[in-house]
């Protein structure tokens, strides 16, 4: 069972090393029994964490692993210069495909508050499982997803497609455009400028890649059996200590209905309800060296 994060955070970075340390509180406490792959930068961990990994993660099985660039330029900036492809997707599926065995990737700020082996029972239905922007919209999500398949997708795969679809980024955007009975997008995981602006370039980092790679073929992204709950964007969480654990109080997007929240993906301007949250505080408050 593994489970795998992307970490390239300069060594002060306290905040970056405190997302981390408490990335590995909850895989140590809701993944019992996984292996926790870490990829890191250059800048490596901190001897802070190092030490919280050592004495602290006993119940998962912790391994560092140091990541790289993709040395393979493209010549074109949005492929080239973008962390979220040259460094992100490009060493999480790198790396899924040498290992050679399913993955889940939780970006370092989607913290678990449930059982991943709930997703991990069912991980082999589906060569990939996504999750939208949950309660904001349906857009894929980068952040978090399982690849169960390595012959279905890699990041080599992933660019193949964008240059594929580049030549009729066109229709791309048209078939994108098309509206549903219920009033939401027909391709229900994608916006008409998702993939492409709509001078032909990439819209955004590895996301516009997943969600390209899907336009136009038999296959989709999201799952039914897989909760939305696995990513529920955190401005929507509120938290509170309960028996000495720190829990998933209340969900309060009340017109939105999901029987529990698995995984709190603190992205955007949900940070900084994070940073004054008692949790953070708590838990990477003044971490670093």
């Not at 997803?145 to 030549?167: A, C, G, H, I, Q």
Request: net charge negative; charged share 25%.
């Amino acid at each position: 069972m593994n489970v795998l994060t992307i970490f390239d955070y300069p060594q002060d970075n306290k905040v970056g090393h405190a997302l981390l340390r408490i990335w590995l509180n909850q895989v140590n406490l809701y993944a019992k029994g996984f292996n926790a792959y870490v990829i890191h930068g250059d800048e490596g961990i901190s001897p802070s964490n190092r030490e919280f990994i050592a004495t602290h993660c006993k119940d998962v099985n912790v391994v560092l692993v140091h990541g790289y660039k993709n040395p393979k330029k493209y010549g074109i900036k949005q492929l080239d210069e973008n962390f979220h492809v040259n460094f992100n997707g490009y060493n999480a599926l790198t790396f899924g495909q040498r290992l050679g065995q399913p993955i889940i990737y939780l970006d370092v700020d989607a913290f678990l508050f449930s059982d991943l082996r709930e997703w991990w029972d069912i991980i082999t239905d589906r060569p990939f499982m996504g999750l939208e922007h949950y309660p904001l919209c349906r857009n894929l999500n980068a952040g978090v997803y399982s690849v169960s398949d390595w012959d279905f997708m890699t990041f080599d795969k992933l660019v193949d497609r964008f240059y594929e679809n580049l030549e009729r980024y066109e229709e791309i955007i048209q078939m994108s455009e098309v509206k549903a009975n219920d009033g939401w997008y027909e391709l229900n995981y994608t916006t008409p400028y998702s993939a492409y602006t709509e001078t032909g370039v990439l819209r955004s980092g590895d996301q516009s890649l997943f969600i390209n790679y899907f336009i136009g073929t038999d296959h989709h992204p999201y799952y039914e059996k897989l909760s939305k709950g696995w990513n529920v964007f955190g401005w929507h969480c509120d938290l509170a200590k309960v028996e000495n654990e720190w829990k998933v109080e209340r969900f309060n997007r009340g017109w939105h209905n999901i029987d529990k929240v698995r995984a709190v993906h603190y992205y955007a301007q949900s940070k900084k309800k994070l940073y004054d949250s008692d949790f953070y505080k708590e838990m990477g408050n003044n971490l670093g060296d």
